[in-house]
């Protein structure tokens, strides 16, 4: 949540956990679209980020990442979700499918989808889950 180019804006981000939860799922990692997500963040050693996290890896079913903004955590996290054999769902922007990295949506293990809408974001998570 720290990287990337804001090609998202926060509010549009913390809609995402509302439209995986109305389809059933927990989220683990809610607090990073709360308003405060970066003030409660810089409280904590980046070591203690990096074990929460990883922790959440190794307690999830799935993981669903957004990636429409470059992030090299998020990008880590992808990589780990799939060395420990999570299913993996990289959603973004239409707007940017040029730009979204090559390696990711080649890597085994990883589906990615693009989404315009809520609607269409709702669809592509109820289609990777079911």
Request: with cysteine.
């Amino acid at each position: 949540m720290r990287g990337g180019f804001g090609r998202v804006a926060q509010e549009e981000l913390r809609r995402i956990p509302d439209i995986i939860e109305e389809l059933g799922m927990m989220v683990i990692s809610r607090h990073q679209t709360s308003e405060r997500f970066m003030e409660s963040e810089f409280q904590l050693t980046d070591k203690a980020i990096h074990d929460r996290d990883y922790g959440w890896l190794n307690d999830a079913d799935l993981v669903i990442a957004e990636i429409t903004n470059p992030s090299l955590g998020v990008g880590a996290e992808i990589a780990d979700a799939v060395n420990l054999g999570i299913p993996v769902l990289c959603v973004y922007k239409s707007d940017y499918e040029d730009q979204i990295s090559a390696y990711i949506r080649g890597k085994a293990g990883v589906v990615c989808r693009a989404y315009s809408t809520d609607e269409e974001l709702k669809e592509e998570i109820r289609g990777f889950m079911f």
